[in-house]
């Protein structure tokens, strides 16, 4: 492989990323058109999506919830608030709903340690959950989306 | 006369509520100036906002977006303006962090006014060499966790030939509760791209990366803001050559903090390490000579070539010099990050300026995933590099967790293992199936269903997870479990030989009852139940009862706890 | 190049510069091992099966990547090193799925290799089934007559369609065949000599595997005939002796091995002699002595065995006992009650405490009983035992079965007053038997002769084998102790200690816990239901002791050859793990827990890539991407779940046939040809 070629490789994850970006996941033909892109094996670029826990192999909700399973998440009681989720949602982790809209993911650390325990919807963090402010959220999401519907 | 209104618009700021203050004060100062600075690191205290004014600068905390609240902001109100404890204060020692929530992250003139780029602009000056020699005088240590003198480091890289020479920051930070680097890039992405290009100068190299994590989209922005505005000045031009500076998101892989993962990840592979020798300085990116530093050690550069290595060695301790950051997290009052001078203790940090209750804490974990746990009794000693590893911890990069007499520690042990198995890359077999050999052993523990023969395990699996693994990762997989067995040996054995978690969080360990004294049958908790398992006469079916902790959160009264498994309580006759 | 000097294992030795550790052993003739390392492409170092110590800073290393230097000292093979290597190799195992044998193999208690065997006669080779047997069965025309069939008991194929393979048949057709015409290769006599005392299946299967290490032995029968158990207790019906006749025959042929009868130990022979006459004594005098049913009168019963014994000197032409009653539940207490309803029209009792389900005896041998007019009553235990007017009446309680016992079996309670009497002309006990040990030996609170496990030795010069040793048991148990003994006995004239070897097993599990997606098929099984058993016609077997079953014929077997799915590992013959494990000592069991997800890909039409063996070395990787540029195959996910595969699990390109580099490389059998060598 030439060294041009090579170079251009370490372009592959922020393809992919993008691909993500757009589509919200990575389907097989993605990565079969990806990978003659930047004429790689099939089973390689599949390898390097596999790896990385950011890329999605099937769509997510249209609410993606993030427990924040970090130390400081975990020590107040994450594992409290992924199965209170679940218990509302009735989605585990990992999982999206039957209808698409909500899907749940542990996730290692969003950073925001100090307003533990913590998920984000969406990107957006909301921070020093108890059980109460949380049914509330989701049941804010669930409301908004009956009234767009 | 207020100059300027600047919110904190940090992650953890943001996080807090901060977007929905900018929006609103922007609203309603008019034709004041509003900007969004970084994070001061008073992280409890989210959201800030500092008000500059010609009679000097006001901080106010918790600030809430109502309009009123913000009206008596405006009009300095002396009721919500924060003041940082003065334990603090005396016991931290700002040297990197200075300008963090001082300054508008994303303009360059203003990190110029306070002395942004001097230090490049002096090294630009210099010899390789003798910037080398500079750093080598700082006694810099790797502030990634491994503490590898940064000099030597660069002179590894300055003394190679070759067409390319590749320089990486390594912004990768994995480690569950650890935001240290964030901050910086966020607050101070300029202090950081300074860093780097000293690092250039020094050793030759032209190809520069920052591997960032990609879950802080704030700071891959505020980096790449900062590179286009520093190439639109050329001040990325290296002796009459341009600098190539990327930033290039990671994807979600904690092994790739290790440097040869790191690398492969680089160059689009699969995230997994190689054997060391060769080093990246001897074969790096795609074969070229590499250096990566952390992103701390390259914010910490600036300074040591403006100041002197000298001067910077004069904070710190004889082998640790400089100061380190913490994210201070846990059971504690003011979590937040901190920047404290190296040698200083424990028990200084997490008492004095995190307001830990003394005697309410058990023990600190530091250094994450690969760190270890440090009992209260040991909180004199001194925060070094080296003082640490003989504890069986690591300095790590700077997670500190304030652990609370209220956790198992085998439970925290097995959190951690869970993790390390997660991210565990699954090249050696030692880390591979071992991790998930100790945490299944662990999840035997705390699902009281442990031996003894299971903690004799642990001890020797972990240490030969400890030998028999390539990288960082699985070298120190262990260390959680290896220091909780250490100084935490009787809660592992209570799990195992009475089937009792004295901090009653091991659920398979405890039982929930309602005080039929306290209780007051106001329906709550059978309301809130998703399991259907409290009866009307307000007793819990244990053996239904999935120990949510649902009906504990909403009892008005106290009156339902957990409690041993089969632990006898008193009853109402 | 300069050279270095560094010492591996205390020895000096001097390499080039940038040699690997692994590389600079293995030219100075010290084997390191390695699961991972392949010389043809780059370093994958995942095993971390190499690792070595260095002396003198303590850190650890794996030699197929570590640069020796100048001065090391390596540590490659101390009691620390090879701790990690077998923590190494342990790890491997647990997440290891497969069968390195089939269970059948795994079952026989003589670890013949069965599925081999019936390969070879599914194949059409029916004299190589008879050879490969008879590495471990010397009986074959008896034993694949009478042999509880161990094997298809735990038969893979009974999770398709709950009924095993007819394996036992293979050996019985094979022996039928080719047993005359087959000689085994026989080292010559060195000259030694044993005296064996018994000439049933321990003491026949001792000599054999004497002679085949070129030992002579002297096997004396205190009976008038060979055979002990399998001429006086298996009835003519079951085994023909005129078939039991041509099996020992072929022992005097193999020259060196000579059958005395009529000598009793005791009488006409005594140990003390044997041991200085002989370079070594076996002691296989079988368990012949039938308990009685502890009850008053128990006089009046005849002991099952020694009925039997009886039967068989008459040549099986005995007197009509009238009506019989036959008390116990064993294969003896079958053979009794089926032998009677061959001399008499009454009717033939069997009376056992319990209920058929926890009945010792084979299920076929109650089927055919039953068919045979056998009348069974179950739950019922005989109390005394009288006389009355020239009939026996047998008093008895009725039982109901309480909690399991010890044996994990319910124990029988009387019911109270349910006391009856029923009445017979015979009353057979067919309880148990028990040893008589020979004056002089060390016994066991059973009363067997106590022998060392490792080498069967009582004492002195003094071996045992054989139900003597283990208690009543069937003939191929009594013929594997045969064999362990006739080891022991040959290490003992070498003077050496005897050790077996060490070997692993990893085992899917029984079938009864497995579904049909737990199994992996390298061919889709055929659909199809065990060939049955021609038996003779009814009428002949309650009036005959002709031999009830038909041998198979040849196109019937090869029809149930069909039916084995070829459980064992493809790779078990050349599988570094297992040869690994075996040398360190590492084991299946050491660390439980989670396997893989369980997927295979068997698509191609001559390759398998079966992922539960897979130890994620890498090498195919590499060699398919590297060595053969063609990168078919990559690495999926990451930890514990990582896994090897092509793109999307796709079928690999049948021209993969003529290369097959990554199925040669394959350290293990997770990438191999299906179809098996045998070796």
């Keep these: 492989m030439s060294k041009e070629k090579v170079m251009e490789k370490s372009n592959l994850i922020k393809v992919l990323q993008t691909e993500q970006k757009k589509e919200g996941f990575i389907s097989d033909a993605a990565i079969e058109r990806i990978a003659e892109e930047f004429d790689l094996p099939v089973v390689e670029v599949e390898g390097v999506v596999s790896f990385y826990t950011q890329f999605k192999r099937v769509p997510p909700g249209k609410y993606q919830i993030m427990v924040c399973d970090g130390t400081a998440c975990h020590i107040i009681g994450s594992t409290l608030i992924l199965n209170w989720i679940t218990d509302d949602l009735g989605i585990k982790d990992g999982e999206t709903d039957e209808e698409g809209l909500f899907s749940l993911e542990?996730?290692?650390?969003?950073?925001?340690?100090?307003?533990?325990?913590?998920?984000?919807?969406?990107?957006?963090?909301?921070?020093?959950?108890?059980?109460?402010?949380?049914l509330k959220i989701i049941a804010d999401y669930k409301k908004k989306e009956a009234a767009g519907a | 006369m207020i100059k300027r209104i600047k919110v904190g618009m940090a992650s953890c700021g943001i996080a807090a509520g901060a977007g929905e203050v900018l929006e609103l004060l922007k609203e309603i100062a008019q034709d004041k100036e509003v900007v969004e600075v970084g994070c001061i690191g008073h992280c409890y205290a989210e959201p800030l906002v500092e008000v500059e004014t010609d009679s000097g600068n006001y901080i106010f905390e918790k600030v809430q977006p109502k309009e009123k609240d913000l009206q008596k902001l405006l009009e300095l109100d002396e009721f919500t303006r924060f003041q940082p404890h003065n334990l603090r204060i005396d016991?931290?020692?700002?040297?990197?962090?200075?300008?963090?929530?001082?300054?508008?992250?994303?303009?360059?003139?203003?990190?110029?006014?306070?002395?942004?780029?001097?230090?490049?602009?002096?090294?630009?000056?210099?010899?390789?060499?003798?910037?080398?020699?500079?750093?080598?005088?700082?006694?810099?240590?790797?502030?990634?966790?491994?503490?590898?003198?940064?000099?030597?480091?660069?002179?590894?890289?300055?003394?190679?030939?070759?067409?390319?020479?590749?320089?990486?920051?390594?912004?990768?930070?994995?480690?569950?509760?650890?935001?240290?680097?964030?901050?910086?890039?966020?607050?101070?992405?300029?202090?950081?791209?300074?860093?780097?290009?000293?690092?250039?100068?020094?050793?030759?190299?032209?190809?520069?990366?920052?591997?960032?994590?990609?879950?802080?989209?704030?700071?891959?922005?505020?980096?790449?803001?900062?590179?286009?505005?520093?190439?639109?000045?050329?001040?990325?031009?290296?002796?009459?050559?341009?600098?190539?500076i990327m930033v290039k998101e990671g994807a979600g892989a904690f092994v790739c903090g290790e440097e040869t993962a790191l690398i492969h990840s680089l160059e689009g592979k699969r995230g997994t390490p190689r054997y060391r020798p060769p080093y990246p300085t001897d074969y790096g990116f795609h074969g070229y000579p590499s250096a990566i530093n952390n992103v701390e050690t390259f914010a910490n550069v600036p300074f040591i070539v403006r100041e002197g290595g000298a001067k910077f060695a004069e904070t710190g301790t004889e082998n640790s010099t400089g100061t380190k950051l913490f994210a201070l997290a846990g059971d504690l009052k003011y979590s937040g990050l901190v920047e404290v001078p190296m040698g200083i203790s424990i028990g200084e940090v997490v008492y004095d300026i995190g307001g830990a209750e003394p005697g309410s804490v058990k023990a600190v974990q530091i250094g994450g995933p690969s760190g270890g746990c440090i009992p209260a009794d040991h909180f004199d000693t001194p925060i070094d590099y080296d003082s640490l590893t003989s504890l069986g911890a690591i300095m790590g990069s700077g997670g500190l967790i304030v652990i609370g007499n209220d956790r198992c520690m085998v439970e925290t042990a097995r959190y951690f293992l869970e993790f390390t198995t997660r991210e565990s890359c699954g090249k050696c077999t030692f880390c591979r199936i071992g991790t998930k050999r100790m945490l299944e052993t662990l999840e035997r523990i705390t699902g009281g269903e442990g031996s003894t023969e299971d903690v004799e395990l642990l001890s020797d699996l972990g240490n030969k997870i400890i030998r028999g693994s390539l990288c960082g990762l699985g070298q120190t997989a262990p260390n959680p479990v290896l220091s909780t067995l250490k100084y935490f040996n009787n809660e592992y054995l209570a799990h195992v030989e009475e089937g009792f978690c004295s901090a009653m969080e091991c659920k398979a360990l405890v039982d929930v009852f309602i005080d039929q004294e306290t209780c007051i049958e106001c329906g709550q908790c059978i309301k809130n139940c998703p399991v259907d398992c409290i009866s009307e006469d307000y007793v819990v079916d244990n053996e239904v009862c999935t120990r949510c902790n649902s009906c504990i959160e909403v009892c008005p009264v106290d009156a339902i706890a957990r409690i041993a498994k089969g632990g006898e309580v008193s009853v109402r006759n | 190049m300069s050279e270095i000097k560094l010492k591996i294992d205390g020895k000096e030795v001097i390499a080039p510069e940038g040699q690997t550790i692994l590389e600079v052993a293995r030219e100075n003739g010290i084997e390191i091992p390695t699961m991972c390392h392949e010389d043809r492409i780059s370093q994958t170092t995942s095993c971390f099966v190499c690792i070595v110590r260095e002396g003198k800073n303590g850190n650890w290393m794996p030699s197929c990547s570590a640069i020796a230097q100048d001065g090391m000292e390596v540590d490659a093979s101390s009691d620390a090193v090879r701790d990690m290597r077998r923590s190494a190799l342990d790890l491997l195992l647990s997440e290891h799925t497969g069968d390195c044998e089939a269970p059948c193999t795994i079952s026989c208690p003589a670890h013949a290799r069965v599925e081999e065997y019936v390969r070879a006669g599914r194949d059409g080779d029916l004299r190589k089934t008879l050879e490969i047997a008879k590495e471990r069965i010397p009986l074959p025309l008896s034993i694949g007559r009478v042999c509880p069939r161990f094997c298809e008991k735990d038969c893979r194929r009974n999770a398709l369609d709950n009924e095993g393979v007819a394996i036992n048949d293979f050996k019985r057709i094979s022996a039928d065949l080719y047993y005359d015409e087959y000689m085994e290769e026989r080292k010559d006599l060195t000259g030694q000599k044993v005296a064996i005392i018994g000439s049933g299946p321990a003491g026949l299967a001792a000599a054999y595997f004497l002679r085949l290490e070129g030992v002579a032995s002297d096997i004396y029968e205190k009976l008038p005939e060979t055979g002990g158990m399998l001429r006086y207790g298996i009835p003519e019906y079951r085994l023909p002796k005129k078939t039991l006749d041509r099996e020992i025959a072929h022992f005097e042929k193999m020259g060196g091995i000579k059958i005395f009868c009529n000598k009793e130990l005791g009488k006409d022979i005594e140990i003390e002699e044997l041991k200085k006459e002989y370079d070594a004594v076996i002691v296989a005098v079988g368990s012949w002595s039938a308990t009685g049913m502890r009850t008053e009168g128990e006089e009046l019963a005849r002991g099952g065995i020694d009925w039997l014994e009886e039967l068989a000197r008459k040549n099986w032409q005995g007197e009509d006992p009238g009506e019989t009653i036959v008390v116990g539940g064993g294969n003896t207490a079958m053979d009794c009650v089926r032998s009677a309803l061959r001399l008499t029209d009454k009717p033939v009792h069997c009376m056992y405490r319990r209920t058929e389900k926890e009945m010792p005896a084979e299920q076929i041998e109650i089927d055919e009983a039953r068919e045979e007019g056998a009348q069974f009553n179950f739950l019922t235990q005989p109390i005394k035992l009288r006389r009355e007017n020239g009939k026996l009446v047998l008093e008895c309680l009725r039982m109901e079965l309480g909690e399991p016992d010890a044996s994990g079996r319910r124990r029988p309670v009387p019911i109270e007053g349910s006391e009856f009497e029923v009445a017979a002309d015979t009353v057979i006990a067919a309880i148990g038997q028990k040893t008589i040990a020979p004056d002089g030996l060390p016994t066991n609170k059973w009363g067997d002769v106590d022998v060392e496990e490792a080498d069967c030795r009582a004492e002195g010069n003094v071996f045992a084998a054989g139900d003597c040793v283990s208690g009543p048991a069937t003939v191929v148990e009594a013929v594997e102790g045969g064999r362990r003994t006739a080891l022991g006995v040959l290490a003992y004239l070498k003077g050496e200690k005897c050790e077996l070897p060490r070997q692993i097993n990893v085992s899917r599990g029984h079938w009864q816990s497995l579904s049909e997606d737990d199994l992996v098929f390298l061919f889709d099984p055929e659909e199809m239901g065990r060939v049955p058993q021609r038996l003779i016609p009814l009428e002949e077997r309650t009036s005959t002791f002709k031999e009830v079953s038909h041998t198979f014929t040849e196109e019937e077997i090869y029809e149930e050859g069909k039916r084995c799915i070829e459980c064992s590992c493809t790779a078990k013959n050349d599988c570094r793990l297992k040869d690994y494990s075996e040398v360190y000592g590492a084991h299946p069991e050491t660390f439980g827990g989670e396997k893989g997800e369980p997927t295979y890909n068997a698509r191609h039409p001559h390759i398998i890539l079966d992922n539960g063996k897979c130890v994620k070395c890498g090498?195919?990787?590499?060699?398919?991407?590297?060595?053969?540029?063609?990168?078919?195959?990559?690495?999926?996910?990451?930890?514990?779940?990582?896994?090897?595969?092509?793109?999307?699990?796709?079928?690999l390109p049948e021209n993969c046939t003529e290369c097959g580099e990554c199925v040669e490389a394959c350290p293990v059998g997770a990438l191999d040809w299906k179809k098996k060598k045998d070796e």
């Design chain 1, 106 to 134: 542990s996730v290692a650390c969003l950073g925001c340690c100090s307003l533990a325990p913590v998920i984000s919807i969406n990107g957006k963090v909301y921070g020093k959950l108890d059980r109460k402010k949380l």
């Design chain 2, 91 to 244: 016991k931290e020692r700002l040297l990197i962090t200075s300008l963090a929530g001082k300054i508008v992250p994303t303009s360059l003139d203003e990190y110029k006014d306070h002395k942004g780029y001097e230090g490049l602009k002096k090294a630009l000056e210099m010899k390789p060499d003798e910037i080398v020699e500079e750093v080598k005088t700082s006694k810099l240590r790797g502030r990634g966790g491994g503490g590898f003198p940064a000099g030597l480091k660069w002179s590894f890289l300055a003394a190679k030939e070759s067409e390319q020479k590749v320089l990486i920051c390594n912004a990768d930070e994995g480690d569950p509760g650890a935001f240290m680097d964030r901050t910086l890039m966020e607050s101070l992405p300029h202090q950081v791209i300074e860093g780097m290009l000293i690092g250039a100068k020094a050793t030759g190299a032209r190809k520069l990366f920052i591997y960032c994590r990609a879950e802080y989209p704030l700071a891959v922005k505020n980096l790449n803001i900062a590179i286009e505005q520093i190439e639109k000045e050329g001040l990325n031009i290296i002796d009459g050559e341009p600098v190539d």
């Design chain 3, 619 to 651: 090498i195919c990787v590499k060699i398919c991407s590297e060595v053969v540029n063609d990168y078919l195959l990559g690495f999926k996910n990451r930890g514990f779940k990582t896994k090897v595969e092509t793109a999307f699990n796709t079928t």
